[in-house]
């Protein structure tokens, strides 16, 4: 699944890269507006979930979540790539041991703990990228870019 996520995300930065900076946020009526809000979204949401994966009880102290930020397509792209290289050096050390056991993290502004299976957290983990790049996909595809498919048996 890590690989596919590298896949897949330079599949919609490569139709990305073919829209106009306004293109790329324009409100097009999804959860988080704009394409690029969403992979926003995804760039933080990423690095959130697999710090809580990693034991971080907190990682909202350190990691910020922004749909605006960053701006700059070119260093969005930088930044996107050292994080997919991240989660396939993390996913490449895993191990079934690994997954068993809990994830437990405090949510933003609660004193409340979570706890969940942690082989639950990195399905999920993977599961939240894919429903996101889903609504990547289709806005892409209704501003007339052509990202590759996105059935895992075409995964070069």
Known sequence: MARYNRWQN???ITASDGLTE???WKDRGA???SIAATMNHLYWADALMLE?????ERPQETITHSLTSP???SEFKDLRTQRDTEIQGWAS???CEY???FVR???PGSLSKIEMPKAVCVVQFFNHQAHHRGQIHAMLTAAGAAPEPTDIPLMP
Do not use: C, E, M, V
């Open 71 to 73: 701006s700059d397509w």
């Open 10 to 12: 330079i599949s919609l």
């Open 22 to 24: 306004a293109q790329r």
């Open 52 to 56: 809580r994966i990693k034991g971080n």
């Open 31 to 33: 959860f988080f507006k």
């Open 93 to 95: 050390g895993t191990t």
């Open 99 to 101: 997954l068993n056991g």
């Open 105 to 107: 993290w405090y949510p």
